[in-house]
Nanobody, 125 residues
């Protein structure tokens, strides 16, 4: 059973930075493509970024490209999201997700089978 635990959320000022982490346990980390999604109250879950199993391929939503960086440390079974130049509209609960597939990385939420519990990120204006 895959278990995902996020950490690193908090309150930051407009323009600040934050790094989220997500640890995968229960299965082999390198078997999974990983991604970050986010959700605000009353809205659906939105794709943020994804990374391939090796870490060599990444994909970002337009709203975060150039400000956020997704990466993974396969030796530590850990996924990261470095968030810079944060804006109030980045405020959301951030979720990490895992997908066991040999196919190309994807932003499609239904393709991810395992989810963490989420971590709150709040950006003050």
């Amino acid at each position: 059973q895959v278990h995902l635990v996020e950490s690193g959320g908090g309150l930051v000022p407009h323009g600040g930075s934050l790094r989220l982490s997500c640890v995968l346990s229960g299965r082999t980390f390198t078997d999974y493509q990983m991604a970050w999604f986010r959700q605000t109250p009353g809205a659906g879950r939105e794709f943020v970024a994804a990374v391939s199993r090796s870490g060599q391929s990444t994909y970002y939503s337009e709203s975060v490209e150039g400000r956020f960086t997704i990466s993974r440390d396969n030796a530590k079974n850990t996924l990261y999201l470095q968030m810079n130049s944060l804006k109030p509209e980045d405020t959301a609960v951030y979720y990490c997700a895992a997908r066991s597939s040999p196919m190309s990385i994807t932003s499609m939420i239904n393709e991810y089978h395992y989810w963490g519990q989420g971590t709150q990120v709040t950006v003050s204006s």
